[in-house]
């Protein structure tokens, strides 16, 4: 079972432009991570936000947390055509060891 | 350091068969957790062992089992095939049990069932 939604679905950007995914989950948290994916390969972890922490940046990447509304949002600055892919967030949970629960992901598209 | 390998990349099976999947963690990684994508279902969760032993379980059935060696090896294996279980299957390894470790995917096995 999923733990929460990602908004949007998909989403269609030009080079240049900055792109926001916003990530909702059910239950509390230990932690939250964003991840990249490419056509169906393997998982790139991109960042890693915990339940105590509001904000957290690496790169042109910009996580923030707000644990009383559930939700989480990743901004891509400046995006780039490489930065096409899909996002997953995924949340772990207190006493659920390495159980990652993973959003369905939002598919981003950057165009030159 | 080489990254987390699995082996094969691409397997067709047929329905009823069995299959067994192989996963080798980075160097010094004692944790495994196995995941399904499937376009329907997303990424789900299967199992995670640590130190050879089975720490969490997903909702999946019996058909499903795991298992990990003293390198920290894993080897998941689905019998029974059905057609459902075609899908992505992504293992990811870190230093130690999470909580706050980062977790590092394979680039997946692709099983299809016919």
């Known amino acids: 079972s999923q733990q929460g939604e990602e908004d949007p679905q998909a989403l269609s950007i030009q080079e240049g432009e900055n792109a926001t995914m916003n990530c909702s989950y059910k239950?509390?948290?230990?932690?939250l991570q964003w991840y990249r994916q490419n056509s169906g390969r393997g998982l790139v972890h991109l960042i890693l936000?915990?339940?105590?922490?509001r904000e957290k940046h690496s790169g042109r990447l910009r996580v923030t947390l707000d644990t009383s509304k559930k939700s989480s949002s990743l901004l891509i600055t400046a995006s780039r055509a490489a930065d096409t892919a899909s996002y997953f967030c995924?949340?772990?949970?207190?006493?659920?060891?390495?159980?990652?629960?993973f959003g369905q992901g939002t598919e981003l598209s950057v165009k030159p | 350091k080489a990254g987390v390998t699995q082996t094969p990349r691409y397997l067709i099976k047929t329905r009823g068969q069995q299959v067994t999947l192989s996963c080798s963690p980075i160097?010094?990684?004692?944790?495994v957790s196995w995941y399904q994508q499937t376009p329907g279902q997303g990424l789900q969760f299967l199992f995670e062992?640590?130190?050879?032993?089975?720490?969490n379980k997903g909702n999946f059935p019996g058909r499903f089992s795991g298992r990990q060696f003293s390198n920290s090896r894993s080897e998941m294996n689905v019998s029974t095939l059905e057609l459902g279980d075609s899908a992505l299957y992504l293992c990811?390894?870190?230093?130690?049990?999470?909580?706050?470790?980062?977790?590092?995917f394979g680039p997946g096995t692709r099983l299809t069932v016919l």
């Open positions: 990811a390894s870190s230093v130690q049990t999470p909580p706050n470790n980062e977790q590092f």
């Open positions: 239950t509390s948290i230990n932690n």
């Open positions: 936000i915990r339940s105590n922490e």
């Open positions: 995924a949340t772990l949970t207190y006493n659920q060891g390495g159980k990652l629960i």
């Open positions: 160097s010094g990684h004692r944790s």
């Open positions: 062992y640590f130190s050879e032993t089975q720490r």
